[in-house]
């Protein structure tokens, strides 16, 4: 009875879409094993639950899908885990004292909801006012992918973004907004293939009326070519 309320929590706790924290939940020794090793146990619990379901291994089809999974986790969907992968995002003087809100909109968000492992797919929209410096366009894009990719929440990813950003220019004048599709609530459980959720993180002048406007105003600009 115990483990069908355990089951039955766990459920409620995904289906509410609750985070823990603006951190992503890490062991003090998650970096103790290399990539390799993780790799190779990973790659036989996949291999354990592929068993579990009762697919046949020695088919031609599914016997490197194991190994495929690990790697694609380690190196890839989870690889915003590696401290090591994150972008180094150097800043630039501001010589040509440009003083309005710089937006890089409309990029690309491929995660994975922590809740049940499966795709958040997405376009996050990412401001900032200058205090003195600026920052490579596509460094933006790639902080965006780096927090991305590990298992998150929509909320915390948007945090992670802003606080970033923050660091890096050394200013509180920056602000984020998300718009995903949750394959969780599209794909299982309500199966509710239009809805999507949106996220929004505002930081030091970003949080006054106008300025707010102003961004959001920016991104329903039509940008296509």
Do not use: W
């Amino acid at each position: 009875m115990r483990v069908k309320n355990n089951i039955e929590d766990f459920e409620s706790l995904g289906d509410d879409h609750v985070g823990t924290s603006a951190n992503t939940p890490m062991r003090e020794d998650a970096f103790k094993l290399s990539q390799e090793e993780k790799i190779e146990i990973i790659t036989d619990d996949v291999r354990h639950i592929m068993e579990t379901l009762g697919l046949d291994l020695t088919d031609d089809s599914l016997k490197g899908t194991p190994l495929r999974v690990a790697k694609m986790f380690v190196k890839e969907l989870f690889g915003g885990l590696d401290p090591k992968r994150k972008p180094s995002a150097s800043t630039f003087e501001n010589k040509y004292k440009y003083g309005e809100m710089l937006v890089e909109k409309n990029i690309t968000v491929y995660s994975t909801c922590e809740h049940h492992l499966l795709p958040i797919v997405g376009k996050a929209h990412v401001a900032y006012i200058s205090n003195g410096s600026v920052v490579g366009l596509s460094k933006m894009n790639r902080i965006v992918d780096y927090y991305a990719k590990r298992p998150q929440v929509q909320e915390r990813l948007t945090i992670q973004i802003v606080k970033e950003l923050q660091q890096v220019l050394n200013t509180e004048d920056v602000a984020c907004v998300i718009d995903a599709k949750h394959l969780c609530v599209n794909s299982r459980g309500i199966r509710d293939v239009d809805s999507s959720t949106v996220t929004s993180e505002f930081g030091g002048r970003f949080k006054e009326k106008e300025m707010k406007r102003e961004f959001l105003d920016y991104i329903k600009l039509d940008t296509s070519f």
